[in-house]
């Protein structure tokens, strides 16, 4: 089994930076996809970002993209989101995700391990 814990939600003034952090135990996930999800109040979750295993395949959905950056470091076994710039719109429970494909992620919004997500407000 895998847990992950995600890290570095708070409140921020539009056009600030925060940086989460998802670390993951029990095993490593250095051969997973991983991504990044967040649910707006009264909205569905969405994929915000993901990164294959190797880190050389990454997506931005529309709305992050010049502003969030994945990457991740499998020594490590942690993944990390920056985010620049940020909006009042990017309000969100931030989800930490793994899935053995990259396809899995992107085109079904699936996973097999999940975070408990971290709180990010962005105030305007």
């Known amino acids: 089994q895998v847990q992950l814990v995600e890290s570095g939600g708070g409140l921020v003034q539009a056009g600030d930076s925060l940086r989460l952090s998802c670390a993951a135990s029990?095993?490593?996930?250095?051969?997973?996809?991983m991504g990044w999800f967040r649910r707006a109040p009264g909205k569905e979750r969405e994929l915000v970002v993901a990164?294959?295993?190797?880190?050389?395949?990454?997506y931005y959905a529309d709305s992050v993209k010049g502003r969030f950056t994945i990457s991740r470091d499998n020594a490590k076994n942690t993944m990390y989101l920056q985010m620049n710039t940020l909006k009042p719109e990017d309000t969100a429970v931030y989800y930490c995700?793994?899935?053995?494909?990259?396809?899995?992620?992107?085109?079904?919004?699936?996973?097999?391990?999940w975070g408990q997500g971290t709180q990010v407000t962005v105030s305007s």
């Open positions: 029990g095993r490593t996930v250095s051969s997973y996809s």
């Open positions: 990164i294959t295993w190797s880190g050389e395949t990454t």
């Open positions: 995700a793994a899935a053995r494909f990259y396809a899995s992620l992107v085109s079904s919004n699936l996973a097999t391990y």
